[in-house]
């Protein structure tokens, strides 16, 4: 993608001015630190006072400004613009360049200076210079912006998440504290319940919200070892089976032959957990969840279907995004933190796989992970990397 930067030349020279627009019309600046290029528009203004209205009316990223102008002088431009000039540069042409020019236009906030004469690809690469500063300037304060907006998307989460659970604990505390159910000890006991499940998803969102940062900032350490996948699904099999026989739903786990990957063995119960759990919290009572596993020739593929509530399209479409919960009559009184399954594709991605779904409104999903082994994956970010 190319974008375009806009230059004024403030000089009184119209051969001046033609120039520069000649030498720029066809020059593209590419950086290897920021994606995609820029072009070039050149502007001209032959006073300083018409520099300023320009200024002011369309403000150029890069000012090319002749210190000796008819009129008020490049200096006194200079002087008079804003004290936080924002995207625009000020590079100084001169004639008469010396240290003491160069010295006083810096002081008052120019970028660079180019002393005349000066040839085509000397202008190139003062332009050059001052287009790569702009544009790791913007991309810094895009990424600015961006971190800005996941703060404030982490902690409306957390706010929105938590405000409930912590409500209804609370509430249910004050009644224990007060005995102001009356004397049935049973009403209590459905209260002490409620608390804990309120807390459980409390430290669920918590747990989802350390691995996430740990993946994404490269302070988990990652421990290599051959596993046989099998063991981590039934022990995430397991873990579900309470809430699924009360619920009257069936879990199978399809895999007769070991299915070995070289991984780390957290990781893969953070997303077998995660997709087992969810299978189990979206389906049915008297549903059913069957677990598949299978081993290629260069991956592992696993798969979770259910006989759930399933989604649409575009609610698919939107699943493993951060903080996506999709929220209609049959997913209100579920719990969770919106992160499980960005997890899980972050976690996909880093064994050279990908994390895919196939659903259908009424019918169910199928959560498809694959995995390699970590000798062919990448590292996770910050440079991790297996022992």
């Not at 994606?35 to 050149?42: E, N």
């Not at 002088?73 to 924002?86: H, M, N, T, W, Y």
């Not at 895999?255 to 299978?279: K, W």
């Not at 009572?285 to 677990?291: A, K, L, P, Q, W």
């Amino acid at each position: 993608m190319t974008d375009t930067l806009r230059i004024l030349v403030a000089d009184d020279e119209p051969g001046m001015r033609t120039g520069v627009a000649r030498a720029l019309r066809d020059f593209t600046v590419s950086l290897p630190d920021v994606d995609g290029s820029v072009c070039f528009d050149v502007a001209g203004a032959e006073s300083g006072e018409q520099a300023l209205e320009r200024i002011a009316t369309d403000p150029p990223h890069i000012l090319l400004l002749d210190y000796k102008l008819p009129g008020i002088s490049g200096l006194e431009v200079l002087g008079r613009l804003p004290a936080d000039p924002g995207d625009l540069l000020t590079i100084m042409i001169t004639a008469y360049a010396s240290l003491d020019t160069a010295v006083t236009a810096i002081k008052r906030g120019a970028y660079d200076f180019l002393a005349k004469p000066f040839t085509p690809e000397e202008l190139k690469i003062t332009v050059r210079k001052a287009a790569g500063r702009l544009l790791l300037a913007q991309q810094a304060r895009r990424l600015a912006q961006e971190k800005r907006q996941v703060r404030f998307q982490l902690i409306s989460v957390l706010a929105h998440e938590l405000k409930a659970p912590l409500a209804a604990v609370e509430g249910y505390l004050r009644i224990l504290r007060d005995r102001s159910a009356g004397d049935d000890s049973a009403v209590y006991d459905r209260m002490i319940e409620r608390s804990l499940v309120r807390t459980e998803g409390m430290r669920k969102l918590i747990i989802d919200l350390l691995d996430m940062t740990r993946i994404e900032s490269g302070q988990k350490r990652r421990e290599f070892a051959d596993l046989d996948v099998r063991d981590v699904a039934r022990a995430a099999v397991e873990t579900m089976l309470p809430e699924a026989r009360a619920r009257g739903i069936t879990i199978a786990l399809e895999a007769g032959a070991p299915v070995p990957l070289r991984a780390d063995r957290g990781e893969i119960e953070i997303i077998l957990n995660n997709l087992v759990s969810n299978a189990v919290k979206y389906n049915r009572d008297g549903g059913r969840v069957d677990v598949r596993l299978r081993r290629d020739a260069d991956a592992v593929t696993l798969a979770v279907a259910d006989t759930g509530i399933g989604m649409t399209a575009e609610e698919a479409g939107r699943l493993f995004g951060e903080f996506v919960r999709l929220k209609n009559e049959k997913t209100r009184d579920i719990l969770g933190s919106g992160l499980g399954l960005s997890i899980v594709r972050k976690l996909a991605t880093l064994y050279g796989g990908h994390a895919s779904v196939e659903s259908a409104p009424g019918v169910g999903s199928t959560f498809t992970v694959v995995l390699r082994d970590a000798a062919d994956a990448a590292p996770a970010p910050g440079g991790a990397a297996a022992p």
